[in-house]
């Protein structure tokens, strides 16, 4: 059984940084593509970040390109958004996917991901 467990939320002021984690268990991440997503109150979730694990690219929306950066720990299979100079427009509750394929059509589409987290709130104040 997949379980996929967020941590690493909170509440930070403009400019700050945090670091959300992934902890999966169930799965081999090395055959999975990995990804975060987003959602704020009243609007779609919408894919922030994405990795492929088979050839290591990353791909990433533009709102958050040159801040947030994806990665993992292949061998305690967890993998990381790392969140730099954060805006009041980056709140929102972040969720953590993984897709059985490696590599998937659209990396930061919803549809292609089958395995999701609880979500963990990040909220950021002016």
């Known amino acids: 059984q997949v379980q996929m467990v967020e941590s690493g939320g909170g509440s930070v002021q403009a400019g700050g940084s945090l670091r959300l984690s992934c902890e999966g268990s169930g799965y081999v991440a090395s055959t999975m593509s990995m990804a975060w997503f987003r959602q704020a109150p009243g609007k779609k979730r919408e894919g922030v970040a994405a990795l492929n694990t088979g050839d290591g690219r990353t791909y990433y929306d533009t709102p958050v390109k040159g801040r947030f950066t994806i990665s993992q720990d292949s061998a305690k299979n967890i993998f990381y958004l790392q969140m730099n100079n954060l805006k009041p427009e980056d709140t929102a509750v972040y969720y953590c996917?993984?897709?059985?394929?490696?590599?998937?059509?659209?990396?930061?589409?919803?549809?292609?991901?089958?395995?999701w987290g609880q979500g963990t709130q990040v909220t950021v104040s002016d």
């Open positions: 996917a993984a897709a059985r394929a490696w590599a998937v059509a659209d990396f930061l589409a919803a549809a292609e991901y089958d395995y």
